[in-house]
Nanobody
Framework: QVQLVESGGGLVQPGGSLRLSCTAS????????IGWFRRAPGKEREGVSC????????GYADSVKGRFTMSRDNAKNTVYLQMDGLEPTDTGVYYC???????????????????????WGQGAQVTVSP
């Protein structure tokens, strides 16, 4: 059974840090493009970060660039999203996804995370509040 399970969410004060984990079962993450997405209350889903099947350097949305870091541990079949300098606007449910490809689309409005993802986790709540 193919499954993605996120963990590590919680409540943190502004300026704090959290690390989300996404562990896969039923397939190997290093054979997939991986993305992190979030949905803030009342807003559409937003791509946060992604990395391609063979890419070593993840791409990031402008809103998190310089604060969030995505990494893989292939031995644990797990990807991580280290979130530093958290702000109240980072509050939302965070999802990891796995699929065919990751893309970072850059326009005059900035960089957005897109791609094709087949499998999605159940989500982890992140709340940034004083």
């Amino acid at each position: 059974q193919v499954q993605l399970v996120e963990s590590g969410g919680g409540l943190v004060q502004p300026g704090g840090s959290l690390r989300l984990s996404c562990t896969a079962s039923g397939f190997t993450l290093d054979s997939s493009a991986i993305g992190w997405f979030r949905r803030a209350p009342g807003k559409e889903r937003e791509g946060v970060s992604c990395v391609g099947r063979s890419d070593s350097s993840p791409g990031y949305a402008d809103s998190v660039k310089g604060r969030f870091t995505m990494s893989r541990d292939n031995a644990k079949n797990t990807v991580y999203l280290q979130m530093d300098g958290l702000e109240p606007t980072d509050t939302g449910v965070y999802y990891c996804a796995a699929g065919q490809f990751c893309s970072v689309v850059t326009t005059e409005a900035g960089s957005t995370i897109q791609g094709s993802y087949r499998y999605w986790g159940q989500g982890a709540q992140v709340t940034v509040s004083p």
